[in-house]
């Protein structure tokens, strides 16, 4: 019996393995953590542009590591080499890190998941949320993305910031509704269902 395939064509251990390992983090959330009445109103991985605005400081290293080098003796391009490759896996760890993670609105709760080979998820029921924000400095606003703030009943939650999140006002929108949608004291007027999804 292969470790890759079985004599019957199914994926072997080890294929199987792999394929838990890096299983889309959406897909891990519909088939493991949802329960069978709960609908999803958002899901959306952290903003792209925030990891390039995200780390401007970076970027400014990585021009000025190239126009040393371009500019002084030869010498010098092994300093440019270590600074391009330090830079690389500092870009393709946040790459990573935002590929595997969710931010998702239900109808009973809050979810972040995240980790690549050690998954976490955390997660707050709406009926314990008491405040939602977000902030944006120029950069967020510019790339259309923000940290949004939860605040709960219970503040020992893990659940407190989700940073970097896509179109934070919609964020914000569908959260209050479903927030105040668990509130039996508050009465809800007309919410088109295109505006949720």
């Known amino acids: 019996m292969s470790l890759f395939v079985d004599p019957s064509g199914r994926p072997g251990r080890v294929t199987r393995w792999w394929q838990k390992l890096v299983e ?13 009445e709960e609908q999803v109103f958002y899901e959306d991985p952290p903003a792209t542009w925030s990891l390039v605005l995200g780390t401007w400081w970076l970027w400014l290293v990585l021009v000025a590591t190239v126009f040393v080098v371009v500019s002084s003796e030869f010498r010098l391009w092994r300093l440019g080499v270590v600074v391009l490759l330090v830079a690389a896996v500092i870009l393709g760890v946040k790459w990573v890190r935002r590929h595997y993670t969710r931010y998702v609105v239900t109808s009973m ?22 405040d939602v924000t977000f902030k944006q400095n120029p950069f967020e606003r510019a ?11 219970s503040e020992a939650t893990g659940l407190r910031t989700l940073e970097d999140v896509a179109d934070p006002v919609r964020f914000h929108r569908i ?12 009465k809800l007027g007309y ?3 295109a505006e949720i999804h």
């Open 24 to 36: 889309d983090p959406g897909e891990t959330l519909r088939r493991k953590h949802l329960t069978y």
């Open 143 to 153: 790339g259309g993305f923000a940290d949004v703030r939860i605040v709960s009943a």
């Open 175 to 186: 959260l209050t509704f479903c927030v105040e949608a668990k509130n039996p004291n508050v």
């Open 109 to 130: 709760r809050v979810l972040r998941l995240s980790g690549v080979l050690t998954r976490r998820v955390d997660w707050m029921p709406l009926s314990r949320i008491t």
């Open 191 to 193: 919410w088109p269902a």
